[in-house]
């Protein structure tokens, strides 16, 4: 089980602005993740909770509103999602997360 950011750090204005990545799984099984942010007063990303397909990919996009410049980070925590699991949301609740990847989030002035 694999799960990857691309790219795997985060840089945007801290006057405001959006940047997408792509989360690849490189493994052979579903995957279900979630997404925390340490800074949900600043950034709002979409979307929060999701599949990822064996050997396919799911965009994500970090957008951050106007703030002072400063260092946050995003946590994508994964599993191998439950075979007949439609709602990302509420069958990540019933999981133990197997994984995490870190996304490092600079707004810069």
Known sequence: MSLT???PACTVPAAGGTST???VNAGADKLIFKIKSSNNNEYRITPVFGFVDPSGSKDIT???TAGAPKEDKLVIHFANAPADATDAQAAFAALTPAGNITIPMSATA
């Open 5 to 7: 950011a691309d790219p």
């Open 21 to 23: 990545h792509k989360l």
């Open 62 to 64: 970090i957008t951050r």
